[in-house]
T-cell receptor, first 118, second 110 residues
Framework: DAGVIQSPRHEVTEMGQEVTLRCKPISGHDYLFWYRQTMMRGLELLIYFNNNVPIDDSGMPEDRFSAKMPNASFSTLKIQPSEPRDSAVYFC????????????????FGAGSRLTVL | SQQGEEDPQALSIQEGENATMNCSYKTSINNLQWYRQNSGRGLVHLILIRSNEREKHSGRLRVTLDTSKKSSSLLITASRAADTASYFCATRAGSYQLTFGKGTKLSVIP
């Protein structure tokens, strides 16, 4: 398996533009997580899905952020409009279902998407 | 909000020495995990310890958990330059989400 695949790896955009980050989780993983990492706040959970359904989006900072998971192999995180304070590294991670014999609760992270909003 | 807090924030040691990092957390947990992050990369899972376990080993890694003190430690023995990275503890309470600390930045000097 190629692991969790994120794109783009780097994105530089101007304030007010729409940003779409993409994630392909590991096949067979039922949980998908979006995290944001900054120096000031560390790793913050934004939202997670179980079987493509959003379970907890309480970490999404505001209405400018939205996430979708149209099928088991694809998820997007969208920021519209983007602001300079959104600059961060955004990670997608996936996990096997709770209670699986091995790998339960363990997250596999993608390489991240580094977003810079000017 | 961060559940786990790593200590120290940064650690610099010579190759061959042991490195110890600590993690404290606030609420009861189901398990505690340690992850490593190399510069510019995603986090990689190292080891998981359940709330009913006190110690666990994996290669050069040793993790302890003291639920009465709400703390854990990660020991890396005989460190190598390749161990240079940031190390994060993550805790899972009732829900399925993991909450991460801010990490310890380890530098191993050859």
């Amino acid at each position: 398996d190629a692991g969790v695949i994120q794109s783009p790896r780097h994105e530089v955009t101007e304030m007010g533009q729409e940003v779409t980050l993409r994630c392909k989780p590991i096949s067979g993983h039922d949980y998908l997580f979006w995290y944001r990492q900054t120096m000031m706040r560390g790793l913050e959970l934004l939202i997670y899905f179980n079987n493509n359904v959003p379970i907890d989006d309480s970490g999404m900072p505001e209405d400018r952020f939205s996430a979708k998971m149209p099928n088991a192999s694809f998820s997007t995180l969208k920021i519209q409009p983007s602001e300079p304070r959104d600059s961060a590294v955004y990670f997608c991670a996936s996990s096997q279902r709770q209670g699986a014999r091995s790998g339960a609760n363990v997250l596999t992270f993608g390489a991240g998407s580094r977003l810079t909003v000017l | 909000s961060q559940q786990g807090e790593e200590d120290p924030q940064a650690l610099s040691i010579q190759e061959g020495e042991n490195a110890t990092m600590n993690c404290s957390y606030k609420t009861s947990i189901n398990n505690l995990q340690w992850y490593r992050q190399n510069s510019g990369r995603g986090l990689v899972h190292l080891i998981l310890i359940r709330s009913n376990e006190r110690e666990k080993h994996s290669g050069r890694l040793r993790v302890t958990l003291d639920t009465s003190k709400k703390s854990s430690s990660l020991l890396i023995t005989a460190s190598r330059a390749a161990d240079t990275a940031s190390y994060f503890c993550a805790t899972r309470a009732g829900s399925y989400q993991l909450t991460f600390g801010k990490g310890t930045k380890l530098s191993v000097i050859p």
